[in-house]
């Protein structure tokens, strides 16, 4: 069974620093899918990245980026220039691949509440 | 481009009773997949239906069931409430395209069971 743990629970950034969310994951599976979710207190789950297995190049979206690393099953998300609006709790995301495209599934680690302090 | 709506937002019920909630995915849309939310448990897949069938299912009891129609409007619903059945249940539909992989979520419905 494929597990995600994120091992903080919190964390505080002061605005336009950069901050680091750690995320590992574990599966016996080699076509797969992983992703960041930011959940702000509206409570929208949004999709902040997102990385395929098979790339090994760092996905990268303006200010998020992630580092990747597929041996260690390491999947973290880094957020430069951190703004107000980055306030959120922020779930990292595991889906398995299958032929044609992805299951669908997604398994959810526990979450991360940043705050980006003004 | 209409986003995923869930209906209701929020919903009071009393234990033993049952209830529906509804998602309507992205025009478009085929895949609908739906979570619960809690604090103590996270997040937790329930179902996925796709072209009106469950394709996936999550480690739920029979309590929790769902279906999809022919325009891909998904309802759940869960019998014999239990108070740990209160919880937020979010909605995700995705295009299923071949390598697309992109879950749109709903802004949720808030269930409490008293």
């Known amino acids: 069974a494929q597990t995600v743990t994120q091992s903080q629970p919190e964390m505080s950034v002061q605005e336009a620093e950069t901050v680091t969310l750690s995320c590992t994951y574990d599966?016996?599976?080699?076509?797969?899918?992983l992703f960041w979710y930011k959940q702000p207190p509206s409570r929208q789950m949004i999709l902040v990245i997102r990385q395929e297995a098979y790339k090994q190049q760092n996905a990268t979206e303006n200010r998020f980026s992630v580092n990747f690393q597929k041996a260690a099953k390491s999947f973290s998300l880094k957020i430069s220039d951190s703004q107000l609006g980055d306030t959120a709790m922020y779930f990292c995301?595991?889906?398995?691949?299958?032929?044609?495209?992805?299951?669908?599934?997604?398994?959810f680690g526990t979450g991360t509440l940043l705050a980006v302090q003004p | 481009k209409a986003g995923v709506t869930q209906t209701p937002r929020y919903l009071i019920k009393t234990r033993g009773q049952q209830v529906t909630l509804s998602c309507s995915p992205i025009s478009g849309h085929r895949s609908v997949s739906w979570y619960q939310q809690t604090p103590g448990q996270g997040l937790q897949f329930l179902f996925e239906?796709?072209?009106?069938?469950?394709?996936n299912k999550g480690n739920f009891p029979g309590r929790f069931s769902g279906r999809q129609f022919s325009n891909s409007r998904s309802e759940m619903n869960v019998s014999t409430l239990e108070l740990g059945d209160s919880a937020l249940y979010l909605c995700?539909?995705?295009?299923?395209?071949?390598?697309?992989?992109?879950?749109?979520f709903g802004q949720g419905t808030r269930l409490t069971v008293v």
């Open positions: 239906y796709f072209s009106e069938t469950q394709r």
């Open positions: 599966t016996s599976e080699n076509n797969y899918y």
């Open positions: 995301a595991f889906m398995t691949g299958r032929n044609g495209g992805a299951t669908n599934k997604l398994i």
């Open positions: 995700a539909s995705s295009s299923d395209g071949e390598m697309n992989t992109e879950a749109f």
